[in-house]
């Protein structure tokens, strides 16, 4: 089990370091301010959504504690390393977007595995990974751009946080409910399936 829960950390730390270092590049799209962050953040509420509904709140919770301090940790470093050419040496803007992903990390999949979770219990699978997408991402944005890029030395982001949150965030429902959401039915089904084939070989 524990070899289970470690290889879904992985991919919540491995999501979360690609975001981390896609949302220190802006762009602008049809005179929006943005990141690319925004292609790769909802991948973070699906990855938990699946955990949550496949192995439990008690083992999602898990995989949440085995996630956070690594993908602080590492995003970190791959953002040094990637947009400064070094690994040490504490860079006030990396430091404090590891940080701010760090917190937005938690508070939004905690909030995910104690609030959410109830509308799992409804027939239909669409409706929690929506919801939770919905309101989870406008929780997560807002706190990270806030703890992210407030008053940082980066005045670019610094100016245009409020606006690159909000463009962020309807990027993220947006990608969550055409792209995300699919994907999560079509995955949920055949994990599904398969947990459902391996318990006939077992018995």
């Known amino acids: 089990m524990y070899s289970k829960l470690i290889g879904i950390a992985l991919i919540h730390i491995f999501v979360i370091c690609l975001s981390n270092v896609l949302v220190q590049h802006p762009f602008t799209l049809l005179n929006f301010h943005t990141t690319w962050g925004a292609f790769s953040y909802p991948l973070v509420f699906i990855c938990t959504d699946l955990t949550t509904r496949l192995i439990g709140a008690i083992e999602a919770r898990k995989v949440i504690y085995f996630a956070m301090l690594p993908a602080l940790i590492l995003s970190f470093f791959i953002s040094n390393w990637f947009d400064h050419g070094y690994l040490w040496g504490l860079n006030l803007i990396v430091f404090r977007i590891a940080l701010a992903s760090f917190l937005a990390y938690v508070l939004g999949q905690l909030l995910d595995i104690f609030f959410f979770q109830k509308l799992r219990h409804y027939g239909r699978w669409w409706v929690a990974p929506s919801i939770a997408s919905i309101f989870g991402n406008i929780l997560d944005t807002f706190c990270f751009f806030f703890i992210a890029f407030y008053h940082s030395n980066n005045l670019y982001l610094s100016t245009h946080w409020v606006e690159?949150?909000?463009?962020?965030?309807?990027?993220?429902?947006?990608?969550?409910?055409?792209?995300f959401i699919p994907l999560y039915g079509f995955l949920l089904n055949w994990l599904t399936r398969q947990r459902a084939f391996a318990n006939l070989k077992i018995i």
Do not use: E, N, P
């Open 164 to 179: 690159i949150a909000a463009v962020d965030l309807g990027f993220k429902i947006l990608i969550s409910l055409i792209s």
